[in-house]
């Protein structure tokens, strides 16, 4: 079964703090993990994404690293913020097609 | 450029009716797919067109179903409602379904 696990379910970092959340998948044919950010009553907008060739990615306070040896991937939010509360979900998609299994997705909640 | 647009955004059904959601894609963009986003079960996937023809399909009974125009709009269906299918449903455009994809605000329905 495809699937992707993401933890923790819920997290509290004070501002100016360091947010961790970490996925893990097991189906070897997905070739694309993007990170999506979801504030209540909207969509999930992408926020930063990798492909498995590359060990990390880094988009402003936004890093992405990826280990395929471990299929495991994590996204890193730097110096976060208040503004940075919503729930965030990893995905991992095959090369071709548009078909995303998500994680289960992380509350994100940041004290000021 | 205007995003991806769902209509209704609320909808209000009885068990046992059908329900039919609409989805207009970015402009260009060929490829919509279908989620279903409720708190027990995360985000899944429904199904993917890209062209007019489905590509894949979830793990979904038969009572969901689909189509896509020839002008890339999408249609789901939801036949003989329960009251498990009450979710916040997703529509996500990509252009050639590798790329990007961007999702609507969804459309909430209640089934009661």
């Known amino acids: 079964q495809q699937q992707v696990k993401q933890s923790p379910q819920s997290l509290i970092v004070q501002k100016g703090g360091i947010s961790i959340i970490n996925c893990a998948y097991e189906?070897?044919?997905?070739?694309?993990f993007p990170w999506y950010q979801q504030f209540p009553g909207k969509g999930p907008a992408l926020l930063i994404a990798?492909?498995?060739?590359?060990s990390e990615k880094k988009e402003g306070r936004f890093t992405i690293s990826f280990n395929k040896s471990a299929k495991q991937f994590s996204l890193h939010i730097m110096d976060s913020q208040p503004g940075d509360s919503a729930t965030y979900f990893c995905a991992a998609r095959p090369y071709a097609g548009n078909m995303l299994t998500f994680g289960g997705g992380t509350r994100l909640m940041v004290k000021p | 450029k205007a995003g991806v647009t769902q209509t209704p955004r609320y909808l209000i059904k009885t068990r046992g009716q059908q329900v039919t959601l609409s989805c207009s894609p970015i402009?260009?963009?060929?490829?919509v797919s279908w989620y279903q986003q409720t708190p027990g079960q995360g985000l899944q996937f429904l199904f993917e067109?890209?062209?007019?023809?489905?590509?894949n399909k979830g793990n979904f009974p038969g009572r969901f179903s689909g189509r896509q125009f020839s002008n890339s709009r999408s249609e789901m269906n939801v036949s003989t409602l329960e009251l498990g299918d009450s979710a916040l449903y997703l529509c996500?455009?990509?252009?050639?379904?590798?790329?990007?994809?961007?999702f609507g605000q969804g459309t909430r329905l209640t089934v009661v």
């Open positions: 990798i492909r498995p060739d590359v």
């Open positions: 189906n070897t044919a997905f070739d694309y």
């Open positions: 402009s260009g963009h060929r490829s």
């Open positions: 067109y890209f062209s007019e023809t489905q590509r």
């Open positions: 996500a455009s990509s252009l050639a379904g590798i790329s990007q994809a961007f």
